[in-house]
Structure formats: C-alpha cells, structure tokens
C-alpha cells in the first residue's frame, strides 16, 4: 500500500512477514552477520559505487520499519551512512591482526542497528591475517531475511572470479523420498509402503509437537559448560571460524550412503563429545575425583539443538530478481521454521558410530511436519495475540535449547566482489540465548565452520574447532581402515 507524507509524497508500505515480525521484537531481536575475508586491499570508493547502483533495487535494503515494528518503509538512502571504514593505528594492530579483527566484530555486537533507517552497514578493515589482505563485516537484521536470501544477495553482487561475465549461483536439489528401487515395484507394495509411510509421519508429528511443547513449557536441557541462559543474549559476541576439505565430507557421505548434512552434524556430536569430556575430566581432577575411565561425561546428559529448515518449495538459490517476484517458489524473506535434534553426547570408540546415530536422527526428524507447523502457528499466534506472543513462543524453545546449528550451500567456484577476490565466508548470528552457534557454508571446494560464542561461557572455541578437525580425521581414517573408500 501507500500512504501520503509532506508535501504531497507518496511512500510505499509492506507488511512484514510473520517471522520478520518475531526477529524485529524486543524479545527476540537478531542480527546476522556474514564476514568475508578478501585477497586483496579493498577499495572504498569501489564499494560506495556498487551500493550507489544496486541498493535501490532491493526493497529490504532500502526500506526502514514502522515506529511499531509492523511495517517496512520506502525511504531514501544515503550509503555513506551504512559504510564504515575505520581509520587504524598500525600500533594497534600489534602482530596479530585476526586478534584485532576478532575484537572490532565483538564489539559491533554491542552496538544496536539504527532503527531510523534500513536495518544493515558494512564495516571494511584493511587489516592483513593469516589467510586475508582485508575483512569485510555485513550486518544486517534479521527481519530483512534469512540465510538463504542474504546469502542470494550476495550472489547477486559477485561474479566468478575465472569467469567475471557470470555470477555463481549454486545448484541444489531435494533429496527422493521414495525409495528408487519401489517405484518399479507393483501398485499394492507402493500402497503398502505409502500407508506406512504415512501413519510414521502422523505419530513423529505428534511426537514431535508434544517434546516442542514440553520443551516451552519446563523441558531443559542439562547444564553444562556449553549452556547459556536468558542473560547471555546481552552479552558481547565472538565470531570463530575454521576451514575443513568438503572433499573429505563428500568421500563420508558417498561412503555411508548419507547426506552432508548428516556427516556435519555427526562430526559436530563428535567434537562436542570430546570437548565436554575433556572439561568434565579437568574438573573431576581439580575436585580430587581419581578414575581410570577415560569417559567423565555425565550420564543421561540432555543436550539438544535447534537445527533451522528451509521451507521454500524450491530449495535451490535463483537470481535475486527471480526471488523477489511475488509469487516465487523460492522467494526473499524468512521463509524457514526449525526442528529440535536430540545430540548423542557421549565418547565412541568407534567414530562410525557418531554418524550412524546423526543419520538415523535425520532420517527420523525429516519425516515430519513439525517445521512446517512451527511457522503455521507462530503465524496463527502473531495475528490473534500479536507479535510479543509470538515472541515469546518462538524465544522459549531457544532459551531451554544449548546449540543451534545450520548448513547452507555456497558459491562451487571462487567468487569476487568488484574485483576483488574473497577468501572465505563466514554467516553467523547475535542476539540469541544460546552460548554456542554452529553455522557450516561450503565455499569454493572449503567447508567452512563458523562459531558464535559467549566468551564468559566458552573461552576456549577454538579447540572445539580442533576437535571438529580431529574427529573428521577420525572418521576418515576409520573409513579407510574398513577399505571403504
């Protein structure tokens, strides 16, 4: 719609979309932030210029919310606002520049978006590290979309750095949920196979429905040294990250007949199985607790995650163009939901074992509804209650959950910015209640893992990182042992 201002303007008006709605509340207020590591110094004016000729085109960057958060407004945007590039005293960089890098990230996440106009910026450091001439931080609310369409965005502003005429747009296809060999089979095994299939999905809904109702109500997870709590989302955020061979998890998945997916959330219980167990052991020795068991892990230890789930009909990245189109199967905005993944915790001796379990538990939570009804009745709950309920009902499972983790598919091919190569990718989020993210994007034959985490609760990030590296070694090694690969 739009509605007239001074002078006789006219300002186009949106709705927001109903998880837009959820991220925008004082409840819940998340804020993404995708950091990219480039090959080279970045050019300021290069920067301004693309933004000057693109940001006009993409309603959410250019549009600023309604005092009461319901709406986005038309607005006009001067760039120079949104971009920072500080000036920095090589003495302040010291030897280290990740460190600095590091710390200047941390403190954005103190530092509130500015309501008053279209919720993103972009800071450049032209700050060398190890594996990068310069940094670029993009921070942009939640509410303008979720990783996919952020990720789309960016697509939409690079090109192949071999090949400067054509954007990167990866492929992405959904997985048959019939099995190959059944559809040849006669109709009465298909009927057979279908009313099975059917009443599995029913009772996993239900029994899903009831643990996610348990979970707001009173179900929390065990304390442990990876939980956080209510408080943690006022605290500052630290971003980690660490580069893995996607050839090594595609060998995995080929050889275990699964999914990437189900190899990243394998190899995560794995790493986290090993960091907790090396705390817990640290501490049973600082309290005088001798033990010949190498395992210290609890028993009945409850550790569960939040994994999101993309509800788009068609999964796969489209031009921005196409996304924006209103009846688009594969449209901008916040069109996922979650499920809750139950972490097997505990130490292996054989590390199959960690992906076999993640296997069965995705096979088990995909044939299930939930998501879908989680949006459904955050929706149904925003337009009879109004947006702090929705809040509210979306902020508790999160609250009583310790982790959340996501997987999303980038660029195959090395991309540029204006040319300028980037080196890695690295989405993440702040905001939230947890202590731990764990977010995985494929980049350029990398698979990189980058971590949010509350430093009062975990000081040492980088070791789960190690053990994430450790455990995938494991499991290769294991593989080839058995001469499956």
């Not at 394998?266 to 501490?283: C, D």
């Not at 163009?321 to 199967?329: E, G, I, P, R, V």
């Not at 998501?371 to 337009?383: E, G, N």
């Not at 939230?432 to 993210?437: D, G, T, V």
């Amino acid at each position: 719609m739009k509605v007239r201002i001074s002078k006789g303007e006219e300002v186009e008006e949106q709705p927001l979309s109903p998880m837009a709605r959820v991220f925008q509340s004082p409840e819940v207020d998340y804020c993404a932030v995708t950091i990219m590591g480039f090959k080279t110094k970045f050019c300021l004016d290069v920067l301004l210029d693309a933004l000057k000729h693109n940001v006009s085109k993409h309603p959410r960057f250019s549009t600023k919310l309604s005092e009461d958060g319901a709406k986005w407004i038309e607005t006009q945007v001067n760039v120079e606002d949104h971009v920072t590039v500080p000036n920095i005293d090589p003495e302040e960089i010291g030897e280290d520049g990740q460190s600095f890098v590091d710390d200047y990230i941390s403190r954005l996440t103190t530092i509130p978006l500015d309501r008053s106009r279209p919720l993103w910026d972009m800071h450049i450091l032209n700050v060398k590290t190890s594996d990068a001439e310069a940094v670029g931080v993009i921070r942009s609310h939640h509410s303008l979309g979720d990783g996919m369409s952020l990720i789309s965005l960016m697509l939409a502003c690079t090109h192949k750095t071999s090949d400067p005429d054509n954007t990167a747009i990866p492929s992405l296809k959904r997985r048959q949920t019939v099995p190959h060999g059944l559809i040849k089979q006669s109709w009465f095994l298909r009927f057979i196979f279908n009313v099975g299939s059917t009443t599995r999905l029913i009772w996993n809904t239900v029994v899903d429905m009831l643990l996610l109702l348990a979970t707001i109500l009173f179900l929390e997870d065990t304390k442990t040294p990876l939980k956080g709590g209510a408080d943690v989302r006022r605290n500052p955020t630290r971003f980690y990250r660490r580069t893995i061979s996607l050839d090594d998890i595609k060998l995995i998945k080929n050889s275990m007949n699964m999914t990437i997916n189900d190899v990243l959330l394998g190899v995560t219980q794995a790493a986290l199985s090993r960091y907790l167990n090396r705390l817990y052991g640290k501490k049973n020795e600082e309290e005088g607790v001798l033990s010949s068991n190498q395992n210290h892990l609890p028993s009945k230890l409850r550790f569960r995650a939040g994994c999101t789930v993309n509800l788009r009909s068609d999964i796969g990245f489209k031009p921005l163009a196409d996304m924006m189109t209103k009846d688009s199967k594969c449209r901008w905005g916040n069109y996922f939901s979650f499920i809750i993944l139950p972490f097997s915790i505990g130490l292996q001796t054989d590390p199959l074992v960690y992906l076999k379990i993640s296997k069965s538990t995705m096979a088990r939570k995909k044939h299930s509804y939930l998501a879908a009804l989680v949006y459904f009745i955050i929706k149904l709950i925003l337009k009879v209650f109004g947006a702090k309920a929705a809040a509210a009902i979306f902020n508790r499972p999160v609250v009583n959950l310790t982790t959340c983790v996501s997987n999303v598919i980038g660029p195959m091919e090395e991309i540029s910015f204006r040319g300028h190569p980037i080196a890695y990718i690295a989405p993440s989020n702040y905001g939230q209640s947890q202590a731990l993210l764990v977010h995985y994007m494929s980049y350029a034959g990398k698979m990189i893992i980058s971590m949010a985490v509350d430093p009062t609760v975990i000081p040492d990030p980088h070791k789960i990182c190690d053990d994430m590296e450790e455990s995938l070694k494991d499991m290769k090694a294991a593989l080839s042992e058995r001469g499956l690969l």
